[in-house]
């Protein structure tokens, strides 16, 4: 006990050394400079938007450090930045809000409420002005009428006579019984009433001959649809104004989770409302079309779909289970997340999903025959995903020909398919991502978003559809997040760099084009005063021979026998072995902090990672802590064979999904990982949500042996090393229950090597700067302490 004491007066009195010397100096990182409110840094351009007549240029900055953002333009004609006046803001329309006709003349947008319509001329008309919103508009009866949606139901404008028509009456309400009569009691009396009454017998049929009269001379109504307690999603017409598909979605029942909250200003403890749990049970949905000529409403039958019955291969390590499925496979639920229409209303492409996330279809529907056509079917063992594989990412070049995303080859890419020849065709192909597509106004060629230069970079093309050929616009290292003007003539571009966060530029829309800096102010006069590294962006192999990508950062001084520590980044499917300025800005100065003080840092895209493609995207599927974990244990070896670290000094940290590989690192390899910081972690997938878990490891009831694998607290009594567990209590992603919940199993097991840090008044993403720096002060003598023995 007195030599433990003995060691932590040593290291405080050395961390408070350090801390002075900083003060002195201000070349010294201290962990209370880096986790200040981040405005001490600069400030970036953010939410870069073109207004809606496309000359003018808006973006989101604060160069002034005032207490938030505003509102800055500028014009291709004039490039300094000028602030929006407050008043005026509520005027602004953005480009992405509008939704054009077929030739691109006219304009129909919602702004707070309403709905306006441009005309080719430039002629400004509010559709619509009531209490109640309207919103979602569109053009359809071939152009001829604004469709909007108002309430549950959709409402149409004629755009040549203002005239304005209520086009589906869907209600809550249930259908009156017509042939509801009383008992036999009351019937009788009914009877024997009229009978005997000469009066009441008049005055009946008088009634029923008006009520005659009354519905015959009436307008016709429109049909109601009953809407039986379901909710309706997704209500839209075709272009030419016939058919109108929704979607009746029933709620699942799940339990909610709790999560209190213990310092208000009330003084009493409030429990917020969480979200479910996975393997909750979800809602389900039944997609319809309602033909407005025939009046009539039919369901989209799902038998129609290949593989609606097919039986996950996960089964299959249930005997029992997989037997009884085989010989009696039911449909799988599906969702229909996307409709997007043929220009002439014919026909519609659904992009449909599996609720199992085993299978993306897109089915061609015709109206004419109702039936549907296979056009692309995405299987996947494991789960559906990767950029662009959504119903953004789905459109037609004209009648004949839709345009969509795919895996197909293990990478996301570009494909036409054509109505004809019931073929589709790849317009790019290699080991890359595309991770954007925008289709050209005259819709003869793509602009696309690419990492194919490098997995840790982003450049802008224009793809030719007919020739299949790219040409880059962008020639910024880093990242180029592109904002292409309505008129197709200017590229706004937010570009970063590793250690330059970012700012806006300006560039005329073709190859060879100088970009013009716009802003200037992301870096301040302090942060430039830093010497921030540029980490090496390496690769190296894993054990099974795939390239890993990581950022390297290195000690002044270097020599052999230093530590090392490893940064996991969280979300699991997010890429940080970048060459841009990274989300986790925070990490990368703390870790150019623990090089300052001859540490050795590493940040993986282990297996899990976005930017490489469905394989490593999928490589954790049912094996959490698997895949992703031998990658770090393998980058120890690279580190120890090309810089010569001491492997006995080695830790790590990360938050969220980071803070679960810790886990997973100290329980599993106790002896690869000396110490580590477990920030925010899943201690139980069993706790987390649905929607991202059920994707890896299926369901808990379904798949109880993913979740054993995958879940730190079967493995706790792994732990040799010194834990740090940091979490906000107020956490609605990752419950601070999951914390609460290992800290139990550690005294259970006779652990004293830990410590849990809470955080009352943090959710998952830390806000304050006193809790930040707390944290990270405990990070850092975490393995100061631990690695510098």
């Known amino acids: 006990m007195k030599s433990l004491l003995t060691k932590t007066i040593a290291v405080t009195a050395m961390m408070a050394a350090v801390t002075a010397s900083a003060q002195n100096n201000p070349g010294v990182l201290t962990v209370a400079q880096i986790m ?24 989101n900055w604060n160069p002034d450090r005032e207490p938030a953002d505003s509102l800055y333009r500028i014009s291709p004609a004039d490039k300094t930045p000028r602030k929006v006046q407050a008043g005026t803001q509520q005027t602004v329309i953005y480009e992405a809000e509008l939704r054009y006709n077929r030739s691109r003349s006219a304009a129909v947008w919602a702004k707070e409420g309403d709905i306006f319509y441009r005309a080719p001329g430039g002629k400004v008309t509010r559709i619509t002005q009531t209490l109640e919103g309207e919103y979602n508009p569109v053009f359809s009866f071939n152009d001829t009428r604004v469709v909007y949606s108002r309430g549950q139901n959709l409402y149409s404008w004629e755009i040549a006579t203002g005239a304005s028509q209520q086009l589906t009456n869907f209600t809550n309400d249930a259908p009156a019984d017509k042939n509801k009569k009383g008992n036999t009691e009351e019937e009788w009396l009914k009877k024997e009433q009229l009978a005997t009454m000469d009066v009441l017998r008049e005055r009946s049929n008088k009634r029923s001959a008006t009520e005659r009269y009354q519905k015959a001379a009436a307008p016709e109504q429109l049909r109601p649809v009953y809407l039986g307690g379901n909710m309706l999603t997704g209500a839209a017409i075709s272009p030419d104004g016939r058919f109108i598909t929704y979607q009746l979605y029933t ?43 025939r009046d009539t409403a039919y369901k989209i039958n799902a038998e129609q779909i290949p593989g609606i019955r097919d039986v996950p291969a996960f089964v299959k390590d249930y005997p029992g289970q997989w037997e009884k499925l085989k010989k009696d496979s039911a449909l799988r639920n599906v969702n229909i997340w996307g409709v997007v229409w043929a220009p002439n209303g014919r026909y519609a492409l659904l992009d449909v999903y599996a609720d199992d996330n085993k299978d993306r279809w897109l089915m061609l529907m015709d109206t004419a025959t109702r ?3 296979l056009v692309d079917r995405q299987h996947d063992d494991a789960w559906i995903g990767g950029p662009g594989i959504d119903p953004r990412s789905i459109g037609w070049i004209d009648n004949e020909t839709a345009w969509f995303q795919s895996e197909a080859t293990g990478y ?9 020849s019931a073929a589709k065709r790849a317009l790019t192909k290699g080991n890359y991502e595309v991770q954007e597509a925008q289709l050209s106004n005259d819709k003869r060629s793509f602009y696309i978003t690419t990492n194919a230069v490098h997995p840790g970079e982003k450049h802008f093309y224009k793809l030719s559809i007919n020739t299949g050929k790219a040409v880059q616009l962008t020639t910024l290292a880093g990242a180029n997040e592109v904002s292409l003007s309505p008129d197709e003539k200017y590229l706004a571009i937010r570009n970063s760099f590793i250690n330059s966060p970012w700012e806006l530029y300006l560039q005329e829309n073709r190859a060879g084009a100088k970009p013009v800096q716009i802003t200037t102010k992301a870096q301040s006069a302090e942060y430039r005063q830093i010497k921030w590294r540029t980490p090496d962006v390496i690769s190296f192999a894993a054990r099974d021979g795939a390239p890993v990508y990581a950022r390297v950062y290195k000690p002044e001084n270097a020599r052999p026998g230093m530590p090392a520590v490893f940064f996991v980044h969280g979300a699991g499917y997010l890429q940080n072995a970048h060459k841009w300025w990274s989300s986790y800005f925070r990490e990368y100065m703390f870790n150019n902090l623990l090089a300052d003080n001859g540490y050795y840092v590493m940040d993986i895209d282990y297996r899990g990672s976005a930017g490489y493609g469905r394989d490593w995207r999928t490589g954790i599927y049912r094996h959490m802590g698997g895949k992703d974990l031998t990658d770090h244990v393998d980058a120890v070896k690279y580190l120890t064979d090309t810089y010569k670290i001491d492997p006995a000094k080695v830790g790590i940290y990360g938050g969220s999904y980071g803070g679960f590989m810790t886990l997973m690192a100290l329980f599993t390899t106790p002896d690869v990982f000396a110490s580590g910081a477990a920030l925010r972690p899943v201690t139980d997938w069993a706790n987390y949500n649905h929607g991202y878990t059920s994707n890896i490891l299926n369901e808990p009831f379904t798949d109880s042996i993913a979740y054993h694998k995958s879940s730190p607290v079967y493995f706790a009594n792994g732990l040799k090393g010194n834990l740090l567990i940091c979490h906000g209590m107020v956490d609605v992603n990752v419950h601070y229950q999951d914390a609460v919940k290992l800290a139990q199993r550690l005294m259970e097991l006779k652990k004293d090597n830990w410590e849990l840090a809470s955080y009352p008044m943090e959710d998952h993403g830390f806000v304050e700067p006193v809790s930040w720096t707390d944290e990270y002060k405990r990070i850092f003598k975490l393995f100061e302490q631990t690695l510098k023995k």
Do not use: C
């Not at 840094?41 to 000359?55: I, T």
């Open 36 to 59: 200040r409110d981040p405005k001490w840094m600069g400030s970036s351009p953010s939410g870069v938007a073109w207004g809606g007549n496309g000359s003018i240029l808006f973006f």
């Open 251 to 293: 709620a699942g029942n799940g339990k909610r989770t709790i999560v209190p909250d213990y310092v208000t200003e009330s003084g009493y403890t409030t429990d917020i409302s969480g979200r479910t749990k996975v393997g909750s049970p979800q809602g389900s949905a039944r997609f319809f079309v309602y033909d407005r000529v």
């Open 371 to 373: 039936n549907l056509r």
């Open 412 to 420: 996301a890419h570009l494909y036409l398919y054509s109505l004809a």
